[in-house]
């Protein structure tokens, strides 16, 4: 198993909260904000799942710090998510 952690930007537009993974040019969206959580975090599990599976290479996301200090009027989280490891044979 492998985890990974990467910052996401929520904010809302019109009637929905967003979520985006700066680093990764994902963006998500729900009903609430919670459910946006919910959703990024699932999109993260998918796309690193995929990253494992095929062998992508991922940089290493920015520090919390970094996304903050870009996006001080939003609210900004660490999300997480474990994959399975690449079976090596």
């Not at 910052?7 to 019109?14: G, I, Q, R, T």
């Not at 290493?60 to 490891?85: A, G, I, W």
């Given at each position: 198993m492998?985890?990974y952690l990467?910052?996401a930007?929520f ?7 967003i979520?985006?993974?700066p ?12 459910d946006?959580?919910l959703f ?6 998918v796309?690193c799942t ?9 940089d290493y996301?920015?520090?919390?710090e970094e ?6 009027h939003?609210?900004v989280?660490?999300?997480d998510c474990v ?7």
């Amino acid at each position: 198993m492998k985890q990974y952690l990467f910052p996401a930007v929520f904010y809302k537009e019109y009637d929905r909260f967003i979520a985006l993974f700066p680093d990764l040019g994902i963006t998500i969206d729900g009903d609430t904000i919670e459910d946006a959580y919910l959703f990024a975090k699932e999109s993260l599990k998918v796309y690193c799942t995929y990253a494992e599976k095929f062998d992508i290479e991922m940089d290493y996301p920015s520090t919390f710090e970094e996304v903050y200090k870009r996006n001080m009027h939003d609210v900004v989280m660490l999300v997480d998510c474990v994959v399975p490891q690449k079976k090596v044979k």
